[in-house]
Structures are given as C-alpha cells and as structure tokens.
C-alpha cells in the first residue's frame, strides 16, 4: 500500500483559532477522504477531496467549517476553522486508487490522523 | 439510516482463546465489507475485505470473516489469539459497490486484549 503521512501529528489550538491539516501521499490516487473521530466515537466521512473542483460534503459538514483543497492527485488539505471545543477530535485522510497500482480500487487506505485539541 | 453495529465493545481474552467479533449492519443492496484494525500507536489498517464470492474471507495474520447475507453478519474470527492481536477493531461497510468507491460506514470499534 502507499506510504500516507499527516501534519501535524497532533495539536493544541485556541477557541476562535483555524487549523490546516496536511495529507501527502507518495504516489497519485484516484480518491481522498476526510474522516473525523471523535472521542470514544466511530469514524465519521467529513468530505470526499476531489482533485480540480470543490470537496463533496457528507449530511452535517459545510465548506466554511471545513475548506478542503486538493491541488493534485497525491496532496490534500482540511482546514478546521472557528476551532470550538466540540472540534477536539482525530482528523484523518483516506486514499482510494487506481486498480493495478500500489492502492487497490474499492479499498481505502488511512493516513496515521491529527490528534486536534481545542481549548 | 445505514448503520454498522459491533457488539462488542470491550473483549477481554486469554492467549489461545479463540475470537470471534460481531458486525451487523443495515442496508439491502450490495455492498462491500471491511475489518480494520488499530494496534496500540499505530494507524488504522486493512485486516481483511470482502467484495464477491466465497463469503469466507481470510486476512493477515490469521484473522478470518464470514459474510452472511441473510444475517447482515461480517464476523471475524480468529482460533487462537495472541498478545500481538490487542487493537482496537473496526468493521466497515460500503453501501454500493461499483467503481471508485465512496463513504465508508464504521462500526464504533471493539477494544481486544489479550492477556499473556
């Protein structure tokens, strides 16, 4: 599988304050996600970063809370903006690729998450 | 809604034991299934999948799932478990198979420990 990474590995931010994560990937991928775990909670798909137009957002996610950019095909970032408290959570991405390549089609791979705490 | 439920949420094991995890979910059509697992540390990774045919998958390290439509069952087992196997499990669903794939649907993860 391909080798995800994140930055930052973990924070601690002020109420108000924004936050962009980071996710790299060493080869390109067809798909990446954002997904959110809250404590003591499942993973959740926050959006889907699509490469050259506007991230899909799952039911409860909104593009002003969380701007996703994806300028090609092995990079992506979440920004968390307006930090509440409610935001302390584990941010992670996702990648789905092209069959044949080192990320199977129809089978995610997870980066190591963002450890986000707000105060 | 869809939903993925595990049971379990906190298993308790001695090495040898044998395991075996629930994972219900609820949706009609086609889907995809998925164990993940999180060693203490570490990321989250692909312990096994089902997609089509022998609904007896097998995964890494001896892990195995046993898909059951009629049930909407995706277990896991194990025979014998090790030290090595204490991780926080998840089982996913993808609801809607067909080309790059979309949002995966998890289950709120069972903590396994494994007493030496």
């Known amino acids: 599988s391909a080798v995800i990474s994140q930055k930052p590995s973990r924070d601690i931010c002020q109420r108000g304050t924004s936050l962009t994560i980071q996710c790299q990937v060493d080869s390109q991928v067809t798909m990446m996600f954002w997904y959110r775990q809250q404590p003591g909670q499942s993973l959740t798909l926050i959006a889907t970063?699509?490469?050259?137009?506007?991230?899909?957002?799952e039911s409860g996610f909104v593009i002003d809370k969380f701007p996703i950019s994806r300028p090609n095909l092995t990079f992506s970032t979440l920004t968390v903006s307006n930090m509440s408290p409610e935001d302390s959570s584990i941010y992670l991405c996702s990648v789905e690729g092209l069959a044949g390549g080192p990320v199977l089609a129809d089978t995610q791979y997870f980066g190591p998450g963002t450890r986000l705490t707000v105060l | 809604a869809q939903s993925v439920s595990q049971h379990n949420h906190h298993v308790i094991l001695s090495e040898a034991a044998s395991l075996e995890l629930g994972c219900n979910y609820s949706?009609?059509?086609?889907?995809?299934l998925f164990w993940y697992v999180q060693y203490p540390g570490q990321h989250l990774q692909l312990l096994l999948k089902?997609?089509?045919?022998?609904?007896l998958v097998k995964g890494i390290k001896g892990f195995e799932a046993e898909f059951i439509k009629s049930k909407f069952s995706f277990n896991l087992r194990k025979p014998s478990v090790q030290w090595s196997d204490t991780a926080e499990y998840f089982c996913a669903v993808n609801p809607g198979y067909g080309g790059a794939t979309n949002k995966l649907i998890f289950g709120t993860g069972t903590l396994l420990a494994v007493q030496p």
């Open positions: 949706y009609g059509g086609t889907v995809n």
């Open positions: 089902y997609f089509s045919g022998d609904p």
């Open positions: 970063a699509n490469q050259g137009s506007e991230a899909t957002y």
